[in-house]
């Protein structure tokens, strides 16, 4: 057998989505200088869990870590999926760990049926509601859709956590090209308010104050209040309202707040409301905080030409789109969509996809 390629990184940032990239192309990664800087140097406790959580969904990954911890080398096996138990520290929320096991999950061996346990909701990462309103609704796009299903068993609010989460994905052989140029108008608004071991009225409070903004924009406003009672509710007390807009051609943007102490229910709905207004300016058919996934399922679509209209690129997405020329070899062509309008930042995002085939599913 001939030796696999390795790509080398430093530094702890975007290292999921190096983790990600490195299983998908079957290329060993090694990245060092960890925090090497740092009082405290090396791998954090949910980086660790996370490489755990990657062995755990493929076999025969090999995961060595430094005995100082600023130095990891993967060397992916193949993604098997199945049934998988994971508790996530109480330093991150589930969110942090299903962002990149959505990325990789449709092309493993066996379908995904993933458990989660920890904090459902926090300032950090995406929550478990926006993945599941938002974040899976995307990968439909891409022809993934008989099964995926996220259930929120139960919430948890940090310190303490208690959540629980269920993650079912179904295998697909390839993705089929995104063309996705038009992001229509804004039909509805729609939104959860969701309060666990505070007063019930929170979250009616939250709706409210969200609704004294939006009504001026658009009638079709539906925010829904989420009630979890005993425990279902978690250990910590916490509330939280999370909002998405869709449009007539079902582009989604996406905003959301979280409990901190001192504010009001009122000022976390006017965050997230503004939020949500912030991120449709932002224009596009994709939201800031989906332009990784889209790109990367672009790049593994099959051998044509996909293309996507959205805002300017994040830094991560910046990054992302780097590491994906060196995993992949792809090159995305970006251009203005209307270059005689300077106000209009919107661009045009368009690659040949990879003609990317899911050989684990062949395996069973």
Do not use: W
Not at 81 to 100: A, Q
Not at 181 to 186: Q, S
């Amino acid at each position: 057998m001939e030796p696999r390629s390795s790509v080398n990184f430093s530094g702890h940032q975007y290292l999921r989505q190096r983790l990600v990239l490195s299983i998908l192309t079957g290329k060993n990664v090694r990245i060092d200088k960890i925090r090497s800087e740092d009082k405290d140097p090396g791998l954090r406790d949910y980086e660790v869990s996370l490489l755990r959580l990657l062995e755990k969904v493929t076999n025969g990954s090999v995961i060595e870590i430094s005995v100082t911890g600023t130095a990891v080398l993967l060397k992916p096996g193949v993604v098997s999926g199945g049934p998988i138990t994971h508790d996530c520290p109480l330093s991150r929320s589930i969110g942090y760990f299903l962002e990149p096991l959505i990325m990789i999950a449709p092309f493993s061996k066996k379908p995904f049926q993933l458990t989660l346990r920890g904090i459902t909701t926090d300032e950090n990462d995406l929550s478990v509601d926006l993945i599941r309103t938002v974040t899976l609704p995307h990968l439909q796009l891409f022809g993934i859709s008989d099964g995926l299903e996220l259930r929120i068993k139960r919430r948890g609010a940090p310190p303490e956590g208690g959540g629980e989460v269920q993650f079912l994905c179904p295998i697909v052989k390839e993705v089929k090209t995104l063309n996705f140029v038009d992001p229509g108008k804004i039909k509805r608004i729609r939104g959860i308010a969701h309060a666990v071991r505070v007063n019930p009225q929170f979250s009616n409070r939250m709706i409210d104050a969200s609704r004294s903004v939006l009504n001026r924009f658009i009638p079709d406003i539906y925010l829904y209040s989420d009630v979890y009672k005993g425990d279902e509710s978690g250990k910590s007390p916490g509330y939280a309202l999370s909002l998405l807009a869709e449009s007539t051609t079902c582009a989604i943007h996406c905003s959301e707040a979280v409990s901190t102490p001192g504010e009001t229910p009122e000022d976390i709905a006017l965050l997230a409301t503004r939020a949500l207004l912030s991120e449709i300016r932002h224009g596009g058919c994709v939201d800031r905080k989906h332009q990784s996934l889209v790109l990367l399922m672009m790049v593994l679509g099959s051998e044509d030409i996909g293309q996507c209209r959205m805002g300017e690129p994040s830094v991560r997405t910046i990054q992302f789109l780097r590491d994906i020329k060196i995993f992949f070899g792809s090159v995305f062509n970006i251009t203005p969509v209307d270059p005689t309008d300077s106000s209009n930042t919107e661009l045009l995002y368009s690659c040949l996809g990879t003609g990317y085939v899911n050989v684990n599913r062949s395996l069973a």
